[in-house]
């Protein structure tokens, strides 16, 4: 096995197939390697970073990695793992989502060495001939295999038709850029292999298909997700993402170890047993955990002035060290509760507002809000506690 290989494969939970990409690696070629993202929303988050590194280890190799903007199939919406039909997105939305990604993206891959593409440049061009000659490559019964569409049959839940022609688009897109490999995680299975498929039926040799494992949230259940507020954005300040990490599980802390860091199994069985024998504290190895990662998706010098922090707040007691707030010029008030959280920078949306007040996680000089549409007069040295690891001191 090639040194190349064997880095490709550590992390991985797919390579179809491993005998063709050992194959292209060998051939000395610069290979096309593909990597797609619907823009349906402005956040990306540790979940994506994993399939990042990937592509920044192929990237690292030389090889030419084109990042594809799904501008033209967000209006139809991946229902890969849906239980029902997504909404289109407006075209502002899109345009607007798109801008945040280049920031987000270019904290993992080299900006200098990456290809952006737009799938409208070609799905948006194809005539309805070209449309019908496509669908005529697949039948319903093919497309209805998949298991999010089976599971909606059977729960009588409707499928649109135009999602039946996602995985088609997604397919093409491979076609179009004559791509040697697609990376994607392991939901996005059924659509890179529709994108071999169509590859051999236009003639291509067919992509290396590379998936990687999906990262569960912050309840170390659901799959990292935006829309059920359990993720840590790409973007989010290196101490309030530490925090967020510390919060996980004893349990979850495993599956962060293997997905988030790539730690073989027997890396993982050896701190299992450091901890079972007493020779490591859960705490000191949930710190290496989110010093390692915040280090690895941020930088060492973050992950360092993080880990201090929280340290200083959480274990030495030192109230001196959590933020100090003062109120924006023009700030009226009293406020409602989510606007006073927004002001402080402690939460994104409402909706994770709503989660935190519901389960008691936002005290206010020692007394938890439980009133979603409390007011809240601002005061010079209140102290406000926001989930396990933030803390905030007005002036």
């Known amino acids: 096995m090639s040194a190349s290989l064997e880095i490709l494969k550590k992390g991985t939970v797919a390579i179809i197939s491993e005998a063709e990409l050992e194959k292209k690696l060998a051939s000395g070629k610069k290979l096309v390697v593909k990597l797609g993202a619907d823009p349906t929303a402005p956040d990306l988050h540790l979940g994506h970073a994993i399939v990042l590194r990937k592509m920044r280890q192929l990237q690292d190799m030389g090889h030419t990695v084109v990042f594809l903007i799904g501008d033209f199939t967000a209006r139809i919406g991946d229902p890969s793992g849906k239980s029902k039909t997504r909404p289109p997105l407006t075209q502002e939305a899109i345009e607007e989502n798109t801008q945040t990604y280049f920031q987000q993206v270019g904290r993992i891959l080299d900006a200098q060495k990456m290809q952006i593409r737009y799938n409208s440049e070609w799905l948006s061009t194809l005539s309805m001939q070209e449309v019908l000659q496509l669908c005529a490559k697949v039948t319903v019964a093919r497309l209805i295999e998949r298991e999010d569409f089976a599971n909606r049959l059977n729960n009588n839940q409707p499928i649109g038709f135009h999602e039946l022609l996602y995985p088609l688009m997604q397919g093409y897109d491979s076609v179009a850029l004559n791509a040697d490999i697609e990376l994607g995680g392991t939901d996005q299975t059924f659509n890179l292999l529709m994108g071999r498929f169509l590859q051999e039926h236009h003639g291509q040799a067919p992509q290396v298909i590379i998936t990687t494992p999906l990262l569960e949230g912050l ?14 954005g790409l973007t989010e300040p290196a101490d309030q993402a530490f925090g967020k990490l510390m919060s996980l599980s004893d349990e979850a802390m495993w599956r962060y170890f293997e997905v988030a860091l790539a730690y073989d199994l027997s890396e993982i069985v050896a701190l299992q047993k450091q901890l079972e024998d007493g020779l490591i504290h859960p705490m000191v190895l949930k710190k290496k955990m989110a010093h390692e990662i915040i280090a690895e998706f ?34 009226a008030h009293p406020l409602w509760i989510v606007d006073f959280l927004k002001v402080l920078g402690a939460i994104q949306s409402s909706s994770e507002a709503k989660r935190l007040i519901e389960s008691t996680a936002v005290v206010i000089d020692g007394q938890p809000v439980t009133d979603f549409k409390a007011l ?20």
Request: no cysteine; aromatic share 8%.
């Open 376 to 395: 809240v007069e601002w005061r010079s040295g209140m102290t406000i506690k926001v989930g396990k690891h933030r803390i905030y001191s007005l002036e």
């Open 298 to 331: 941020w930088s060492v010098g973050e992950a360092e002035t993080a880990q201090k922090a929280f340290e200083a707040v959480f274990q030495n007691k030192d109230l001196s060290k959590s933020q100090t707030v003062s109120m924006p010029a023009g700030t």
């Open 219 to 232: 309840d170390g259940k659901q799959k990292m997700s935006k829309s059920l507020n359990n993720y840590i």
